[in-house]
């Protein structure tokens, strides 16, 4: 009898496994612009173009409500979509929000959670327009949908960088996965030991960093005001390395990253190296849920951006055919690696 052939997600990966179900797309409509490949969606309304982003957000997979309190998982399941609205280089204008519960969850827990959705919405200036609510049994589920608008002008894909350009990122990175570290030890004490407090001091900015991210909107209206239109652009969600790569892949570039130039906290770094005994580059690289922007810029804007506190020139873009490396401290050149979060890993 024939066999029916199976073949494992894990061979393929999360994006492996996009990419291959984006190949059997068809697009019926002109009004589509860009399907799946980019941080949203485009649809062209007349002048406007509409962007739209969508992401999960599961209990146990994504967050632990052991450490991560209702209000401030509102908040950041907003953020997270609004910053792929950002990086689109557009303005955010609604957002749906869809939850599942179990019956752990009281009214008073949901009202916790819309309370931290609502304070994003303020914050952001979105207005919540709909979802859907149904009932989940392995915890909550929450699904949040951004849209936006642009135009045709304003508009950054992950495809458009050229030769040359150079690497910015905003923010800094690595802080966010060590506060997860952080936070994922003191769980551990803790179930050791109830009697025991957890301790954080210190470590405020790392536990910050990952409990509340924030979309850098602000940027994008900077880079407005400054009249700086980014070539490319992403956001940074599972490490600078895997954006890194989205961006050489989609443009067909390679690129260097110089590791001296990547924008660690004092305060991430000690951590890295006392607490966890992990490389702070690593943890910038590979960390995840920085939700910083990477962008590139063209040569002669560099000037506009040099002297910006929030901006750090990482690299620069070269030919496809030199890869995308990183140049270390000792000066030489590594393949720069992917190690974001793969939920099918496990
Ligand atoms: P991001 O990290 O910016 O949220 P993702 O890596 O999740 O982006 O997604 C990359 C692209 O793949 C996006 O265009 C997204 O809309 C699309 N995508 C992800 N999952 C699916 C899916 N199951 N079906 C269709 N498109 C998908
Ligand atoms: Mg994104």
Redesign the pocket.
């Known amino acids: 009898m024939e066999q029916s052939q199976r073949t494992e997600i894990n061979t393929l990966g ?2 492996g ?2 990419e291959r ?2 190949q059997k ?1 068809t697009h019926y409509h002109p009004e589509t612009v ?8 485009v649809m062209a309304i007349g002048d406007q173009w509409l962007v739209t ?3 999960f957000l599961l209990e146990g997979v994504h967050f632990d409500l052991t450490y991560m309190p209702l209000k401030h998982l509102g908040y950041k399941a907003v953020a ?1 979509n609004i ?2 609205i950002a ?1 689109m280089n557009a303005v955010p204008k609604q957002i749906t929000v869809s939850i599942a519960l179990s019956n752990r969850f009281s009214l008073e827990a949901v009202e916790e959670l819309y309370e931290g959705i609502r304070f994003a919405c303020q914050n952001y200036k979105v207005d919540l327009v709909g979802g859907d609510t149904t009932s989940s049994r392995t915890g909550l589920v929450i699904s949040i949908t951004a849209l936006g608008l642009t135009n045709a002008q304003e508009i950054t894909y992950r495809s458009t960088a050229q030769k040359g350009d150079i690497l910015c990122c905003t923010g800094d990175l690595g802080a966010a996965y060590l506060g997860l570290q952080v936070l994922e030890r003191e769980k551990q004490t803790y179930l050791a030991n109830p009697n025991m407090q957890p301790e954080l001091t210190g470590k405020d900015y790392l536990v910050g960093r990952q409990l509340k991210p924030e979309a850098r909107m602000d940027i994008i209206y900077e880079l407005q005001t400054m009249g700086l239109k980014p070539t490319a652009m ?2 940074i ?2 490490g600078l390395a895997s954006e890194v790569l ?1 961006l050489c892949k989609q443009s067909q570039l390679g690129a260097v990253v110089y590791e001296d130039k990547l924008p660690i906290e004092q305060v991430a770094y000690d951590t890295a190296i006392n607490d966890f005994n992990i490389v702070p580059t690593v943890c910038a690289l590979n960390g995840g849920e920085d939700y910083e922007l990477l962008f590139t810029i063209r040569q002669e804007d560099y000037e506009k951006i040099k002297l910006h506190a929030d901006i750090t020139t990482v690299g620069y873009m070269t030919e496809k055919e030199k890869g995308a490396k990183l140049a270390t401290r000792g000066e030489s050149l590594v393949p720069l690696e992917a190690q974001g979060w793969n939920h099918f890993s496990t």
């Open positions: 999360e994006f496994l996009i179900l984006a797309v860009k399907g799946i490949a980019d941080d949203a969606a982003s969508t992401d997270v910053s792929d990086a992403i956001d969600s599972d989205h």
